[in-house]
Structures are given as C-alpha cells and as structure tokens.
C-alpha cells in the first residue's frame, strides 16, 4: 500500500495551519461564560488507533483521503477571565461524510469510509490555540421525527479546570432549528456552539473558528 505522503505533507499542512494561526494569535473571545456542556454520546471511541493527529482527511499508509467536504477548524481554549490555557489536551471525533461512526455501538446503516481517521487528539500550544482538518460530518437519524444535525464532538482537560464535553455545529444547517440536544442550550450562549465556515483569501478548504471557555476548578 502506498504510504501517506507522510512527513512532507503533514509538514505542510502543519506550516498552512500554524499560517492561518498566526492571523488568531490574540484570544478569539473576550471574558466570557463556560462553553456549554453537550453529551458526549454513546461513540466516543473505545479502542486506541495509531493516528490520532490533527489530519483527519488522511490516514497515515494509506493513499486514499476521506470522503466529503474538506474544512479546517482553528480554535482556541480560554479560562473565563480571557485568558489562554496552554497545553489542554482536546479530544476530537465525528462521523463520517455519511452520518456513520467507525464504533461497533453505532446501529446506522450508512457506509463506513476506512480512508477517514475519525479521532483527533491534540494539545493546545502556549496561546490555547489548537487546529485540525476533517470532513463535514453527515446528519443521521436518531429516533422518529428526529436526526441530528452535522455537529463534532470535543472533550476538553486540563489540570485546574472543569473537564468540559461539548459539541460543534454548522451554521445555516436547517437541523438545528430543530435539534433537541442544542435545543436544550439556553438560548443566549446557543450561537456558541454555531461556526460559519468560509474561504481564508479565496482558497483553500473553508475555515471556521470555535472559542472554547472553561470553569477554573
């Protein structure tokens, strides 16, 4: 199998990445209430997997990347004060393009992709930034009358601070003006959890940025 064009391209990536960084280098939110809480569902994942960086779009040894919309996500982690928390560890994961986890509890017949990496981990650096690239996850159907909108999950620690699960979603989706779970989020901090992704300087995949708050212990 041909091997991920592995160290030039993540290099890359990771010097386009830390680019766009440098334009968020101050914090993206001012003093703020904690990012609301979301339910980390029933897949977050149970068993270990070799590549967890921060391209999801491509798994190491493989030569085919991920089906779906490709899109970069910059955030950053900031305690309630406005100030950067370094060195937080951030747990990413999603479905699929096709609204399907790669996790034996998920029931939803769509099709696996085995080109999509799924689960990131990552660390924020010395101003609470972290970055990854993925795929716009798919919608998929929980109970009747009910689908859940494109959204991904993140799990965010560090010593001092509340652990915080919370869940991203896309602006525009018409799911969530009816989506029970971000329905369940005042009002008032919902847009929060909303990103709008767009084009930085008119190329490249769409970027969105997602501020994280978390509660001092």
Request: charged residues 20%; without cysteine.
């Amino acid at each position: 199998m041909t091997q991920k064009t592995g160290v030039s391209r993540r290099s890359m990536l990771q010097s386009s990445l830390g680019g766009v960084a440098l334009l968020t280098a101050a914090p993206l939110l001012q003093a703020a209430l904690p990012t609301p809480h979301q339910t980390e569902g029933p897949f977050f994942p149970l068993h270990d997997q070799a590549d967890k960086d921060l391209d999801l779009t491509l798994i190491k040894g493989h030569a085919e990347h991920a089906q779906g919309e490709v899109l970069e996500v910059r955030g950053q982690v900031l305690d309630t004060d406005g100030k950067p928390v370094a060195d937080a560890l951030v747990d990413v994961w999603q479905a699929n393009s096709h609204g399907r986890y790669a996790h034996e509890r998920d029931p939803n017949p769509a099709p696996l992709d085995p080109h999509f990496q799924g689960w990131a981990k990552l660390t924020t650096d010395a101003e609470g930034r972290f970055r990854f690239r993925t795929i716009k996850p798919g919608a998929y159907p929980v109970a009747e009358g009910w689908t859940r909108p494109p959204h991904i999950h993140l799990k965010v620690a560090r010593r001092g601070f509340h652990e915080l699960t919370t869940q991203m979603y896309f602006a525009g989706d018409a799911l969530n003006e009816i989506d029970r779970l971000l329905l369940a989020v005042p009002e008032a901090e919902r847009a929060g959890l909303v990103v709008a992704f767009a084009n930085v300087n008119g190329g490249g995949a769409p970027s969105g940025q997602f501020g994280i708050v978390l509660r001092r212990v």
